[in-house]
């Protein structure tokens, strides 16, 4: 953005007698008719609505999170409505050397992986599989998946906690039918490992439609007499996948994969709601590490550090995102 | 075509990016107290235990208040205990505040020590020389008095009449030695058969129970030295009362270890319980199907005094409620006065008559020996709080006590390494504000 306006001398000062001339004339001049100054302004008029609506609603608590994790912010100050003192890099010092802290940085990265790869995949051979199917079947596996993804994260953990349910649970029931094993009263939460694979679950399932839509949409692009004459050349049907089917849904499945992980690396409410409001050391993940150290430890500007440490690793993913998305726009 | 595409998947892929962004950063407490009572208002919240069982009160209460103050309009606004707090702090950074809030005994300390609240004279309320320790000493700081006592209950044992005459007792136990004898005779004769039956119901995470054992084998949660807290569940005395806790789990109880008392009515409703240690009220609730419970079961549960291990009655934690004053309300006089009035012996009588337990020792008497609450008045003079730390309130609100409980009775640590490592915890943040 900064590198598209005219090049500025270095240690010009900033208040110049005169102000610098756009080189609109030429630019005008070399489209044939100069724009006028309305006509120019309609992109920045139609924009601005946009543009102050996400300054209000995100750019202000952005800064006053970035703030508040430079401040050491009691309940005192709260109450009493004082500044908080500075406190400068402290906060982030003091998480940077908490192992406890990378210990959940690490679980949450290996949490989005694992949420990642198990839903692009089944997304992508569910959508393989609405093009194969008749239309009514697709539009009941349209449907199914609309309601899907329509009911409530609240109701969906709940249904979850409730079938993994140690004593009444239908799962442990079912498991226990077949034979040699037991899992009468198993709890899936003892060992963090299974309990997550529960949690990724319900993270899946509700992340599947979402996906599955998109990329069966980005299938339909796929023109058919491209396959056709690359099936009649020989290929065989995981080359035509590969070489062919792929590339043309890859814009589609990069940004499917991509938000995807920054959905799941901000995940708190699946594990908020099958942890009953009470997760385990174990099953912290950033964001609910920062909640439980705003909102139940009170010490909101080490919750706020940590929140400003998430939103800059979710800022790397977006970068990527929006690098893919450039470089695949510059490839037409 | 792949133009078009990648134009359709970055619309998306914005739209979609804005709004995760957009909910990253929501999700605020949000609720603010009603602006109307800046003109001749009163505001009062109460949690909504007083509007469940005993909306009496707060009516009769505001009437005598009105007789005195006919110009004042109080608004009572009920809180759920799991928001309340969250709600209070929002209010109290801005200007508008209730006058009066209800406090859970275990969680002034924090907002005593931070300033949130005014002191008021202690001698101005009735009966406040007899005020159950448990809960006036949750409102002591430097000598003066930040909150008023308004209710107690605690913990009893409470079980099931038929089962325990199908096994041929027909008193309830006296001592420990006597319960565990009437849990080895529910266990044989019912767990032998159904592999669901738990002689015990004690749910791993129900830290307010297990903590009734450290206190009675003589152990603490934390105490104080040289002005700073430190955990002391490692203590010998408290790892031997963690200790019997988990040898009655072993023995009595075979339901999920990880979960804690929330449901406990609707499970022991369901009629797999021979005893369990819970409020006096849940032995109505266990019958009570708006509560979970199961009707068929009704006036088949009775409560006893639980007898702890160390031969004394066990010590049972005085869960209790607290009305406090904020130091911004601008109508500090008026709400002494609607407390004083809300807290006072008539009052406390009609709570009495509401099943609950009064705020001090002399009206303790007035509970029916052979009622409802005859145990729990009982044990209520033994009734302990939990530390009054500058940061007990985020030592449970981090979990550290079920955790550590959960990993007890899971058997996933020994009870001397739970206990080492909760110490730890409790350590880095019982002295924070």
Redesign the interface.
Known sequence: MVTAGPPRPSGAPSARPHPVRPPAGGRGSRAGRPPSAARRAVPYLLIAPTVLALLAVLGYPLVDLVTLSFQDMTRRELFAGTAPPWAGLQQYRAIAADPFFWEVVGRTALFTVACGVVTMTAAMLVALLMRRVSPWVRATMAGVLVAVWAMPVMVAASVFRWLVDADHGVVNWLLGRLPGADFAKHNWFENPWQGFTVIVAVVVWGALPFAAITLQAALTQVPPELEEAARVDGARPSQVFRHITFPVIKPAFVMVTTLTAIWNFGVFNQIWLMRTGQPEKDYYLLGVYSFIESFAVNRYSSGAAIAVVTVLLLLVGAVVYVRQLVRMGEAE | ??????R???A??TV???A???S???GGTGGSPDAASQKGGLTVWLTVDARESWPDLVATTNKRFADRYPNIDVKVQYQQW?SKN?KI?AA??G?DVPDVVEMGNSETT??IV???FSPVPKEDFDHSAEWLPALSDACQWKGETYCVPYYAGARVGIYRTDLLKKVGVTEAPRTYGEMLSVLDKLKAKFGSTD??FSAFYMPG?YWSAAMAWVKDAGGEMAVERDGRWHGALSSPESVAGLTSWKKLIDDYY???????N?DEPGVVGQGKVGMFYGNTWEANAAADPRSGGNPALRGKFSTFAFPGPSGELMPPFLGGSLLAIP??SKKQQLAQEWIKLFTDRSSQQQLIKAETLPNNTVQLRDVPADGINGAAALAAERGWVTPLAPGW??VE???IL??ML?DIA?G?KSVRQATQDADREIDK?VN??
Do not use: H
């Open positions: 075509m792949p133009w078009r595409l990648s359709f998947t970055s998306v892929g979609a990016l804005a995760t962004l957009a990253c950063t929501s799991t969250q702090d109290f950074a200007q924090n907002y931070n300033g949130a592999k669901n995470r075979v339901g999920d270890r990880s979960k804690d929330a130091v911004k309130v985020a609100k981090s979990n079920p955790s959960q899971t996933k943040i924070e504000n």
